[in-house]
């Protein structure tokens, strides 16, 4: 696998609306392997393909779900979901909304905070080009929507309610 190099702004790709993906071959599969690995190491829990300057329609996510207090603290840790989302719609989401933080690999020392829908429920095709359908909720479903915005030229700081650097002790979520 190969590591890609993650643009940041003011590269003009951030800001353009991805081309839908037609050809799931071998290269795709390369590549979709390759972001994981790319998002793994930077670190992060989503990476969309114009993150990388590809103008495709493709993101990934993997992310475990919050760990269980009534386990063991010798349990293993929650293991870690894969998701591929290729030419992604988000076709149903929720009333409720959420407040929360975000930050994002392509604006490197920056979070916002950021209103989102509480669920959705995106359809997509998978790395083989097969319909797929999730429904996510709470911390996934802001992933997603971090994701599919990319995807669309939108970032997190255009929905931003207050961005701001955050502090040496700041825990920051990345895509």
Known sequence: MTLRQIVHLPEPILRKKAKPVTTFDKNLQTLIDDMFETMREAPGVGLAAPQINLPMQLAVVEYAEEEDEEL??????????????????????????????????????????????????????????????????????????????????????DKAVRVWKPGEDEETPLD
């Open 72 to 157: 063991p603290e010798d349990a293993p840790p929650p293991k870690k979901k894969q998701f591929v989302l290729i030419n992604p719609e988000i076709v149903k989401t929720s009333d409720e909304m959420v407040m929360g933080v975000e930050g994002c690999l392509s604006i490197p020392g920056l979070v916002g905070e950021v209103e989102r829908h509480e669920s959705i429920q995106v359809k997509a095709l998978n790395r083989h080009g097969k319909p797929v359908k999730h429904k996510v909720e709470g911390w996934m479903a802001r992933i997603f929507q971090h994701e599919i915005d990319h995807l669309n030229g939108v970032l997190f700081t």
